[in-house]
C-alpha cells in the first residue's frame, strides 16, 4: 500500500511543529493538496547563520580530508536507508514519477561514493622549477562557506552534488531551496543529521544549514561576502540576476542555468533506439528537466517516418498519476506552468507549426493537478519561440539536408546544456564531438540528452551559465588553488634571470 506523504514525513524525522503552522503551504503537483505549511527562515536570522558557517569553516578545513569522506560515506549510508522514504516524498512533492523519485535518490547515493573517493584524491601537481635548489607545488585548500540554490525540479540531487563535494573539500554549506520544495529539503538535512551523530565528535556544528524561503532570501545569501562560492542551479533569468552581484564582491559562481537541448537523427540512424531515447528524454519528467529533449533536427529523408513513429509512441504514454504503477508523464509543477506550454504551443503554431497533442487531460487523473498530454510540433524552422526554454513537454521538430547545417541549428541557441546525435556513421558521431561540432557541455552519441551519470562534470555553456558540477575535476571550483615555491638552496635567485643586487 502507498503511504501517505504524513507518514513519510514521520518516517524522515520530520515533527509536527516544523510541518505545521508556518507561512509557506506546500502544495503536491500529484493534487494540489497542502503538505504542510512550513516555517519560512527570517532574513534577521542570516547574520547567526554566517556566523555559524564561519566558525563551522574555521574547525572544519583542518580536519583531514579523508576524515571528511567518511561523514559523507556515512550519508550515503543513511541515504541508502531512506531511498524509498525519500524518493516517494520527491514524488509527493515535485510530482516524479515513482521510479524518477527513486533515481534521484539513487544519483545522491551515487555522488556520495564518488566524494568519498575524491577524499583521499584532492591532488594537486608538482612543478619543474626554473631556480634551482627551488620546488614547486600546487595545493588545494577548502574556499570557505558555499551557498547552494536550487531548484524545484531536482529537489535534492542537485543539494547532493553540491553538498558531497563542498564537505569533502573542506566547506560548509547553507543552502537555499526552491520555495516549491522544502520538504524534501528538509528531509535531506534530518538525513545529513542521522550521519553527523554517527560520525563521532568532530562535525562543527553549522556544518549544513538550510533556509527556507523564496528568492528574496536568496538574494540574502548571494550578497553575503562571507560565502566565496555560489552555486546556483534554476532559470537563467535567475543565473543573470545572481552572477553580477557574486561579481561584484568578487566571490566565484557555479551556475546551472536552463538547456534546450538538442538531437540530430540522421539517416543510418537505428530509429527504434532513437524513438526510446527521444520518448524518455522529451517525456520524461513531463519535459521539466534542464537536459529535457526539446529539439529533434531530423534528415528530411527519415523525417516523415519518425514523426510517424513518435506520434504513434505518445499516443501511448500513460499520463496521470504520478505514484500509479505504469504511469510514465506526471505533472507539471503548477498551473504557471500548464498555461506556459500552452502559450508556447500557441506561439509555435503562429510561427507556422503544426501541433499534435499538447491538450490540458483532466480525465483519468488526479483532479486539483495540471496534467498536460505531451506535444510534438512539427516546425519550418528553427523559429523565435523554439530558441526558448519552455519548461514542459514539447519537442520541436525540425529537417534537415547536409550534416554541418544540422549542427549549425543545433548550436543555434542561446543555450548550450546538452546534445547528441543519432547515427551509424562514424564521420558525423567522431565529428559532432569536435572543436566544430557540438557547442554544449554534455555531446552524447546514440543516447539521449538527458540522464547523466554523477562520473562525468555536468553542466554547460553560454546561457547555461558555464557552470560544472559532480564529477570529473568539477571538486576544484569548491577549492581555492595555491603555488607554493620552497627555496632549499643557500642562493637567493630570481625568477627570470633578474639581477637585484644590494
Ligand atoms: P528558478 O530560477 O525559478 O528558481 C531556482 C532557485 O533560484 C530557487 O531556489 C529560487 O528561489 C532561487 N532564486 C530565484 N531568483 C533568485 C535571485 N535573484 N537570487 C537568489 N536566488 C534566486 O528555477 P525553477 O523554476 O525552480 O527551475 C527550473 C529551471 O532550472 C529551468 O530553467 C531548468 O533548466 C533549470 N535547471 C538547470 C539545471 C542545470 O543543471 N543546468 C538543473 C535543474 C534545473
Redesign the pocket.
Known sequence: MTQTADDILKNLDLTAAELSGGSRAVRSPIDGSTLAEVHDTAASEMPAILERAQSAFKAWRVVPAPRRGELIRLLGEELRAAKDDLGALVSWEAGKITSEGLGEVQEMIDICDFAVGLSRQLYGLTIASERPGHSMRETWHPSGPVGV??????PVA?WSWNAALAIVCGDPVIW?????TPLTALACTKIFERAVNRFDDDAPEGLLQTLIG??EL??V??ASPSVPVIS???????GR??APVVAERFGKCIL????NNAMIVAPSADLEMAVRAIVFSAVGTAGQR?TSLRRLIVHNSIREDLVKRLKAAYAGLPVGDPQAEGTLVGPLVDEAAGDAMTSALKAAESEGGTVHGGARVTEGVPAGGVYMAPAIVEMPGQSASVKE?T?APILYVMGYDDFEDAVEMQNDVPQG?SSCVFTLNMREAESFLTAAGSDCGIANVNIGPSGAEIGGA???EKE??GGRESGSDAWKSYMRRQTNTVNYSAELPLAQGVKFDI
Open positions: 540554490i536550487s531548484a524545484f525540479n531536482f542537485v537555499k531551496p526552491s520555495e516549491k523564496d528568492a536568496g538574494k545569501l548571494v546556483a542551479t534554476g532559470s537563467t533569468r535567475m540576476a545572481v546551472e542555468l536552463g538547456g534542464c526554454e519548461f546544456l555536468f553542466g554547460g547555461t551559465g
